[in-house]
């Protein structure tokens, strides 16, 4: 184990340290401020720390609140741009989801996807084969790592064999590839770890309110402690707004070139169910049939799917969206056309998410046309803004940051060479090796809860056997229909910054996603007072972060 290796659990990265982090904000002097940790910042913020910057990082909400951990849970190159003919998009894509597949394996899981030809449908066998073809060859052309597995032509007859429950009638076979699972918010988390454990301090519920300025030029920002209500200066030499769909309201000047507004925010909503009411096996693209748009049906975990998303534009709260009946009828009509014996009623959903992607305007496009690139530029008055993209880019889109900072020669002896932070994340490790180290450590797991816990936290699963000998308890689930066990609520609060309840369910862990609506004040009353013990809440904290939880749990169902 490396030195580093061994620093993430040594970091002082929690609640119990919140204070003495904003303390050194204030009192240093950084090369680089970043505003926004949801994962365009969060990649910036690593992409420094691995060229030896000092970094400082601030987001007004918790890590990953926005667009970061409401997006479809995917790793992938996004094979419906090639028809709208954006293969550079796509090789970005697919060679960065490769990458993370190889050194975040625990994280990053293949799943097969099935692209069907239907009778008098958009897409012929031609269309699907010529777009599987060009995704493969995009995805390992010149690149390092490789795609799990080339795509396959299959017969109606083995469609049928694969996915029985999808719909029959003009069903002319289709193909399977690949792409990947992945928990956006964990992911997220992740990378901040990953600076933060090089130097780099990083806080959430700070606001930036506004910049400091020495001759018209940018030189710190200004910020307000949203938990203490007390403010503060931060100073650095150059100041990044990450901030996604909040990016024009930090802005105070465009270049020429740039529209103002330059954001489009655009709605997205998912759908959760059990796997047994939707009936799918895998991941399936269809089309609405109400405007032809396509979206997907996902499998997540052995007992779960995803369906979505919508992509409507948005002018309301872009803190709060929230899914309402339109949005979930326009999913459910068309699921329910593809797989005819699907259960999805009201009554059977899960659970539910809104999020907001932060697109780059473009005239005359419509919301499902306009364009995931990422766009980077500075300000006259020297702030660098970077917006737009694709979650899966994100490494990606913060070298090609450095690549404007270093023509500005803002610091010395930072230039790398492309790909250089394409390392193996800290936190990784091979299945095989937690399976050793549990059988080791003499403590029994279900399966179900082992596989979990490999699958959500790698290496930090060893830290959780750990939190389990101290307490025999901790091993137990919250709740009894699902793999999420108390040492690992404890792991999070104790080794990444976890203020709330709602932070623990919405984005540390996928309780929100799993545990249903129903059970959902059941579900965080126990996480609740783990959550008091360690941090030694009163009754009327506890009572304030249920509540908190429960009252946005029944705003994603209000429909209902």
Request: with cysteine.
């Given at each position: 184990?490396?030195?580093?290796?061994?620093?993430?659990?040594?970091?002082?990265?929690?609640?119990?340290?919140?204070?003495?982090?904003?303390?050194?904000?204030?009192?240093?002097?950084?090369?680089?401020?970043?505003?926004?940790?949801?994962?365009?910042?969060?990649?910036?913020?690593?992409?420094?720390?691995?060229?030896?910057?000092?970094?400082?990082?601030?987001?007004?909400?918790?890590?990953?609140?926005?667009?970061?951990?409401?997006?479809?849970?995917?790793?992938?190159?996004?094979?419906?741009?090639?028809?709208?003919?954006?293969?550079?998009?796509?090789?970005?894509?697919?060679?960065?989801?490769?990458?993370?597949?190889?050194?975040?394996?625990?994280?990053?899981r293949p799943i097969p996807f099935l692209f069907v030809e239907l009778e008098g449908g958009k897409y012929k066998k031609r269309d699907i084969v010529g777009a599987c073809?060009?995704?493969?060859?995009?995805?390992?052309?010149?690149?390092?790592?490789?795609?799990?597995?080339?795509?396959?032509?299959?017969?109606?007859?083995?469609?049928?064999?694969?996915?029985?429950?999808?719909?029959?009638?003009?069903?002319?076979?289709?193909?399977?590839?690949?792409?990947?699972?992945?928990?956006?918010?964990?992911?997220?988390?992740?990378?901040?770890?990953?600076?933060?454990?090089?130097?780099?301090?990083?806080?959430?519920?700070?606001?930036?309110?506004?910049?400091?300025?020495?001759?018209?030029?940018?030189?710190?920002?200004?910020?307000?402690?949203?938990?203490?209500?007390?403010?503060?200066?931060?100073?650095?030499?150059?100041?990044?707004?990450?901030?996604?769909?909040?990016?024009?309201?930090?802005?105070?000047?465009?270049?020429?070139?740039?529209?103002?507004?330059?954001?489009?925010?655009?709605?997205?909503?998912?759908?959760?169910?059990?796997?047994?009411?939707?009936?799918?096996?895998?991941?399936?693209?269809?089309?609405?049939?109400?405007?032809?748009?396509?979206?997907?049906?996902?499998?997540?975990?052995?007992?779960?799917?995803?369906?979505?998303?919508?992509?409507?534009?948005?002018?309301?709260?872009?803190?709060?969206?929230?899914?309402?009946?339109?949005?979930?009828?326009?999913?459910?009509?068309?699921?329910?056309?593809?797989?005819?014996?699907?259960?999805?009623?009201?009554?059977?959903?899960?659970?539910?998410?809104?999020?907001?992607?932060?697109?780059?305007?473009?005239?005359?496009?419509?919301?499902?046309?306009?364009?995931?690139?990422?766009?980077?530029?500075?300000?006259?008055?020297?702030?660098?803004?970077?917006?737009?993209?694709?979650?899966?880019?994100?490494?990606?889109?913060?070298?090609?940051?450095?690549?404007?900072?270093?023509?500005?020669?803002?610091?010395?002896?930072?230039?790398?060479?492309?790909?250089?932070?394409?390392?193996?994340?800290?936190?990784?490790?091979?299945?095989?090796?937690?399976?050793?180290?549990?059988?080791?450590?003499?403590?029994?797991?279900?399966?179900?809860?082992?596989?979990?816990?490999?699958?959500?936290?790698?290496?930090?699963?060893?830290?959780?056997?750990?939190?389990?000998?101290?307490?025999?308890?901790?091993?137990?689930?919250?709740?009894?229909?699902?793999?999420?066990?108390?040492?690992?609520?404890?792991?999070?609060?104790?080794?990444?910054?976890?203020?709330?309840?709602?932070?623990?369910?919405?984005?540390?862990?996928?309780?929100?996603?799993?545990?249903?609506?129903?059970?959902?004040?059941?579900?965080?009353?126990?996480?609740?007072?783990?959550?008091?013990?360690?941090?030694?809440?009163?009754?009327?904290?506890?009572?304030?972060?249920?509540?908190?939880?429960?009252?946005?749990?029944?705003?994603?169902?209000?429909?209902?």
């Amino acid at each position: 184990m490396t030195k580093l290796e061994e620093k993430i659990f040594d970091l002082g990265w929690n609640y119990k340290n919140r204070d003495r982090i904003i303390k050194r904000l204030q009192e240093k002097k950084y090369d680089i401020i970043v505003i926004g940790a949801g994962i365009t910042g969060a990649g910036v913020a690593r992409e420094a720390a691995l060229r030896d910057l000092k970094i400082a990082c601030v987001d007004m909400q918790d890590f990953a609140t926005g667009t970061s951990s409401r997006s479809s849970k995917l790793a992938h190159g996004g094979i419906r741009y090639l028809g709208h003919g954006e293969m550079d998009l796509v090789k970005e894509s697919t060679t960065e989801r490769n990458w993370m597949l190889a050194h975040l394996p625990h994280l990053v899981r293949p799943i097969p996807f099935l692209f069907v030809e239907l009778e008098g449908g958009k897409y012929k066998k031609r269309d699907i084969v010529g777009a599987c073809k060009i995704y493969d060859f995009l995805s390992d052309n010149e690149s390092e790592f490789k795609t799990y597995k080339k795509h396959k032509w299959y017969k109606p007859e083995e469609i049928f064999e694969m996915e029985p429950e999808f719909i029959r009638e003009g069903n002319k076979g289709g193909a399977v590839y690949y792409d990947n699972n992945v928990d956006d918010a964990r992911l997220t988390i992740e990378i901040l770890k990953e600076a933060v454990v090089r130097g780099a301090d990083i806080i959430n519920y700070c606001k930036a309110t506004g910049y400091m300025k020495d001759n018209g030029k940018i030189s710190g920002v200004k910020c307000k402690d949203l938990e203490n209500d007390g403010e503060f200066e931060m100073k650095g030499t150059l100041i990044v707004n990450a901030t996604g769909v909040w990016t024009d309201e930090l802005l105070e000047s465009y270049p020429e070139e740039i529209p103002k507004p330059l954001i489009r925010p655009t709605k997205g909503v998912h759908l959760q169910f059990k796997r047994e009411h939707v009936k799918n096996n895998m991941a399936t693209i269809i089309r609405s049939i109400a405007d032809d748009r396509a979206f997907f049906v996902l499998p997540r975990n052995k007992n779960y799917t995803i369906i979505g998303t919508t992509d409507t534009d948005y002018k309301d709260n872009l803190a709060n969206p929230f899914c309402n009946k339109d949005d979930a009828d326009y999913l459910i009509t068309s699921v329910k056309h593809y797989f005819p014996n699907a259960e999805l009623d009201y009554n059977n959903i899960l659970s539910t998410y809104a999020g907001i992607r932060p697109l780059v305007m473009q005239k005359g496009k419509s919301e499902s046309e306009v364009s995931r690139k990422h766009i980077i530029f500075f300000s006259d008055d020297g702030l660098l803004t970077i917006t737009g993209g694709k979650l899966t880019a994100w490494r990606n889109m913060a070298e090609d940051l450095f690549k404007k900072v270093e023509e500005r020669n803002f610091f010395p002896n930072i230039k790398r060479e492309d790909g250089y932070s394409k390392q193996k994340f800290l936190v990784s490790i091979d299945e095989e090796r937690w399976l050793k180290e549990l059988k080791n450590s003499g403590i029994k797991l279900d399966n179900d809860i082992s596989a979990h816990l490999y699958q959500q936290y790698g290496r930090g699963a060893l830290q959780i056997l750990e939190i389990i000998k101290e307490d025999e308890s901790f091993k137990e689930r919250i709740m009894k229909e699902n793999d999420f066990i108390k040492a690992e609520i404890i792991y999070c609060l104790r080794y990444e910054l976890t203020q709330h309840l709602i932070d623990i369910f919405c984005r540390r862990t996928e309780m929100s996603l799993w545990i249903s609506h129903k059970r959902a004040f059941e579900a965080a009353k126990k996480v609740a007072d783990l959550m008091a013990k360690e941090y030694n809440w009163n009754e009327e904290r506890k009572t304030q972060e249920i509540n908190t939880y429960v009252d946005y749990v029944k705003k994603t169902v209000s429909f209902i």
